[in-house]
Nanobody
Framework: QVQLVESGGGLVQAGDSLRLSCAAS????????AGWFRQAPGKERQFVARINRGGVITAYADSVRGRFTISRDNTKNTMHLHMNSLKPEDTAVYYC????????????WGQGTQVTVSS
């Protein structure tokens, strides 16, 4: 069992930056591949970023590559998503997620944090 809680969402203007945080319970978080997803109203859930167990290997959706940076600190059971040059299309509820295997269908999810980017 891995419990995840997101924070850091808010209302910003296009071009601004924002940092999302994900706090995980238990030391087993270090055994999980983790990452971020987002979902806008009326749209499908979208993969945003992924980070491996050691925090070295990362992957990003094309739409955020170069603007977003994912990181994790297993000693603190935390994960972050630094978002730069935000666009209105980044508006969504952002979820952190984790799984002991692959992140394609994560077993553990946070409850989400709202990010709204105005133009």
């Amino acid at each position: 069992q891995v419990q995840l809680v997101e924070s850091g969402g808010g209302l910003v203007q296009a071009g601004d930056s924002l940092r999302l945080s994900c706090a995980a319970s238990g030391r087993t978080f270090s055994s999980c591949v983790a990452g971020w997803f987002r979902q806008a109203p009326g749209k499908e859930r979208q993969f945003v970023a992924r980070i491996n167990r050691g925090g070295v290997i990362t992957a990003y959706a094309d739409s955020v590559r170069g603007r977003f940076t994912i990181s994790r600190d297993n000693t603190k059971n935390t994960m972050h998503l630094h978002m730069n040059s935000l666009k209105p299309e980044d508006t969504a509820v952002y979820y952190c997620a984790a799984d002991f295997n692959q992140l394609a269908d994560p077993a553990y999810w946070g409850q989400g944090t709202q990010v709204t980017v105005s133009s």
